[in-house]
């Protein structure tokens, strides 16, 4: 990615954020056989095999290195809602218990079980993310359309709309990016691509994760979002243009089936025992997992608890549900989806690509990106070149919150570097130059 820097408009950031993602697939670019294999097309997601056997519907994109989040301030303390004011243990616990509450309702409708028969991932965290719950997902994308969207736009005080900015004068904008590929703790390894803190959110039974091409990262009590930072300038004529272009926010933000109970839920306190259940397994542990006394305590706050929830569907809306979704084609009428063909270790032939080939696809990619650095300039994800011109590893460092750039806080603006993007030179035909090998980087290095 580029330097972290202050850009002047919105285009600058664009063109630069372009040139760097395109750094990384030049020999697709110029081989159309090898493009048409390992590059999805545009604005589709991908049937993606994970980790645990599951399928995920993986938003497409020329570049899966980096995921971005856009932000019309500045937060020292980037936290995702269920940590962003003070609560007790028990506040806590409430506000997962509402998304036990959404998970039990959502259960119950034919999108979710048609997506669960065909083993699919149904992201129910993620979806009480988008849908106005508190978690502990914060939320990213690899749109920087997207980014710039919330980057640039107002949500409004009941979170059912946004609006572009009003004023004349100048704005400043922020775009984290975020690297996508993480290391394990005990070994220094690479995991698979979205195998850890940050999942891909994607295609959903419900269509606003899929819109934002979604992707969020979990983040526990105390840890803050962490990652390349840029800031932009922009007006309100750009904000109104970026507005319109997302159908003024309802392409991103639209209200659906789900919204209105997504919106009850989150304020209730009554719950269903299944519900509790679901959240004593998930979230309780050891000594702490008296489920009679912690009943106790939270019915003494206000909750109510009842055998069944008082979100269950009737039989009659249940028909009339199932007949609009059947009448829009059910899951087959989702025509968005693309997946390609791969062979196994074994050479057998699979039907869709899997988050390790993600990963090997990543390895090969990231490290011949880039430019030099200036002199001083320190970057957390960076390649080293040997002495007789060799690439001989590169590294990825997790950036610490002490570590985090920040603004000038007098002017808003990041200038950690101060030149001229367009200066940064790309080697487009690195790796063939060098004849580059890549290795992993010894952790005491």
């Not at 989702?334 to 063909?341: A, E, N, W």
Request: glycine share 6%; proline share 4%; aromatic share 12%.
């Amino acid at each position: 990615m580029p330097l972290e820097m202050h850009f002047e408009s919105v285009m600058d950031l664009c063109d630069a954020f372009w040139k760097f993602q395109l750094s990384r697939i030049q020999d697709e670019l110029e081989n159309p056989q090898m493009a048409e294999y390992l590059l999805p097309p545009a604005n589709k997601f991908e049937k993606v095999r994970s980790k645990n056997g599951k399928f995920i519907l993986l938003p497409t994109s020329i570049d899966n290195s980096f995921v971005f989040r856009g932000q019309t301030e500045f937060f020292d303390k980037c936290l995702p809602t269920l940590y962003r004011s003070e609560k007790t243990e028990e506040d806590i616990l409430i506000e997962r218990l509402r998304c036990c509450e959404f998970e039990v309702y959502l259960k119950q409708l034919p999108q979710v079980e048609d997506f669960e028969k065909r083993n699919f991932s149904v992201d129910y965290l993620g979806l009480s993310q988008h849908y106005g719950l508190k978690t502990d997902v914060i939320d990213l994308t690899n749109s920087l359309d997207v980014a710039l969207f919330f980057a640039t736009c107002n949500m409004s005080e009941d979170g059912k709309t946004f609006s572009p900015q009003k004023e004349d004068k100048e704005y400043v904008g922020y775009i984290y990016a975020v690297h996508t590929e993480e290391m394990t703790e005990r070994d220094n390894r690479l995991k698979s691509l979205f195998d850890g803190k940050i999942s891909a959110i994607g295609m959903q039974p419900f269509y606003r994760p899929g819109n934002q091409r979604g992707f969020g990262m979990h983040l526990d009590k105390g840890e803050t979002l962490t990652g390349l930072l840029y800031s932009f300038s922009y007006t309100k004529e750009d904000s109104e243009r970026i507005y319109r272009s997302f159908q003024n926010g309802n392409e991103l933000w639209h209200e659906d089936e789900i919204s209105c109970s997504a919106r009850a839920i989150a304020k209730s306190m009554t719950f269903s025992y299944e519900a509790m259940n679901m959240c004593m397994k998930r979230y309780m542990t050891g000594k702490q997992k008296d489920k009679k006394a912690i009943k106790r305590t939270l019915e003494e706050l206000g909750c109510k608890f009842q055998k069944h929830s008082q979100w269950e569907i009737g039989k009659e809306t249940m028909r009339k549900i199932r007949t609009a979704y059947n009448d829009v084609g059910g899951f087959d009428g989702m025509t968005d989806i693309v997946q390609r063909q791969t062979m196994s270790e074994d050479g057998l032939r699979k039907n869709c690509v899997d988050t390790k080939f993600l990963t090997a696809m990543w390895m090969i990619q990231f490290p011949i990106s880039g430019c030099k650095a200036p002199e001083g300039y320190d970057s957390p994800y960076s390649f080293t070149e040997s002495k007789d011109g060799k690439v001989w590893g590169f590294s990825l460092k997790k950036i610490k919150q002490g570590e985090q750039t920040k603004p000038n806080p007098e002017t808003g603006k990041v200038e950690k570097w101060k030149g001229n993007w367009q200066s940064l030179e790309i080697d487009y035909h690195r790796e063939k130059k060098l004849k580059m090998e890549v290795k992993r980087v010894p952790k005491n290095r």
